[in-house]
Nanobody, 121 residues
Framework: QVMVIQSKGGSVEAGGSLILSCTAV????????MGWMRQRVGKKRERVAA?????DRDVADSVKGRFTISQAKNVAYLQMNRLEPEDTGTYYC?????????????????WGQGTQVTVST
């Protein structure tokens, strides 16, 4: 059994910051990557950022330079700076087992409950 536990999101004004955390709880911790996908109104679900146990990262162009992903043991953090209204959406943490090839897949792995991020003008 695997549990993916997400922190609460929040509501901020444009230009503000939020930090999200995600904790993976499993019987064993083999090679994996974990990160966030988001669902914005009127758009397809998209990858935001992910990190693996070696510290290698994948960050979407839409948030590069504003969002930073990091990890400590089985906890990942998404530091979101200079937030924009377009960042508003539901953010889902996912944990993917078996290497980076799994990160590009839409529906595999384990998922957190999702959290709402709202950025106002």
């Amino acid at each position: 059994q695997v549990m993916v536990i997400q922190s609460k999101g929040g509501s901020v004004e444009a230009g503000g910051s939020l930090i999200l955390s995600c904790t993976a709880v499993a019987n064993t911790y083999s090679q994996y990557c974990m990160g966030w996908m988001r669902q914005r109104v009127g758009k397809k679900r998209e990858r935001v950022a992910a990190i693996d146990l070696d510290g290698d990262r994948d960050v979407a162009d839409s948030v590069k330079g504003r969002f930073t992903i990091s990890q400590a043991k089985n906890v990942a953090y998404l530091q979101m700076n200079r937030l924009e209204p377009e960042d508003t959406g539901t953010y889902y943490c996912t944990v993917r087992w078996g290497g980076w090839a799994q990160w590009v897949e839409p529906d595999v792995g384990d998922w957190g409950q999702g959290t709402q991020v709202t950025v106002s003008t």
